[in-house]
């Protein structure tokens, strides 16, 4: 299976060769990588912390509880 990427933001076709290989798409290429390598480590520090604060992680609360109104990070 075959994937044609095109990005109409950027100039970016996949099916050129010269968009490839360009010194711009591999600049970009690179920020974004480290953007995210950036973000993942600071999503987990945050929810390294707050589990060192007890606080509750999960969007839903487990079967038989139930999120507190007033607190949500609290389970009832």
Not at 28 to 51: H, M, N, P
């Amino acid at each position: 299976m075959v994937v044609r990427f095109i990005s109409v933001t950027d100039g970016f076709d996949r099916s050129r060769p010269s968009d490839i290989d360009s010194l711009d798409t591999s600049f970009k290429t690179l920020i974004y990588d480290l953007y995210s390598r950036e973000l993942s480590q600071k999503v987990k520090a945050a929810r390294k912390q707050r589990a060192k604060q007890g606080l509750f992680l999960s969007p839903n609360a487990p079967f038989c509880y139930v999120k507190d109104e007033n607190d949500k990070n609290h389970l009832i």
